[in-house]
């Protein structure tokens, strides 16, 4: 259940900035957080990460909805093991995925916000939810690894055993 709770709450946290942002800051408006490094930018996405197959709404809302079924099969799979990074990161995923799915089912766009500017570089425009994505991949990645370390070790310490 706590996964589920850790999604939920990815959810309302990335729904209540993009409310704010939606109803307090009219497209374009700026707010400067640090200088010009790092801004709240009212923007708003039809497509996917970094501004890819745009007006592609309904392509989103299927796959979507195919990848949310996906994550809460696989964190049911994965919750009763011993390791907990795992179904952490895949509620991360699970609440990021439904954040900005709800965006676009509303909508037909997701609302960004955050943006970084690394000198005359200025990073794609993100939220709440791909920050929760991100960081459930990179959770996934650590815990992938880590499990090949795991059986790294195991099929060493087997090898051991049979000398």
């Keep these: 259940m706590i996964y589920y709770v850790i999604a ?3 959810i309302i946290v990335d729904q209540l900035t993009k409310y704010w942002i939606a109803t307090g800051m009219e497209r374009g408006d700026q707010i400067s957080v640090i200088g010009n490094f790092f801004l709240i930018t ?6 996917a990460a970094f501004g890819i197959l745009q007006n592609q709404r309904w392509f989103f ?7 949310v079924v996906a994550i809460i099969w696989y964190i049911q799979k994965v919750k009763s093991q011993p390791d907990k990074l795992l179904p952490v990161a895949l509620s991360l995923v699970l ?3 439904i954040g900005n799915f709800i965006d676009r089912a509303r909508m037909g766009e997701v609302v960004d916000f955050l943006q970084f500017n690394f000198g005359s570089y200025t990073f794609p425009i993100f939220n709440v ?3 929760c994505i991100v960081v459930g991949v990179a959770l996934i990645i650590i815990d992938a690894l880590l499990d090949m370390s795991r059986q790294k070790k195991q099929a060493v310490g087997h090898e ?4």
């Excluded at 809302?61 to 990848?67: A, C, Q």
Aim: hydrophobic share 45%; net charge negative; no cysteine.
């Design 8 to 10: 939920i709450i990815a």
């Design 42 to 47: 009212s923007h708003r996405n039809q497509g």
């Design 61 to 67: 809302v299927v796959v979507t909805l195919i990848v």
């Design 95 to 97: 609440g990021g995925a």
């Design 129 to 131: 939810a791909d920050s």
């Design 160 to 163: 051991e055993e049979n000398v």
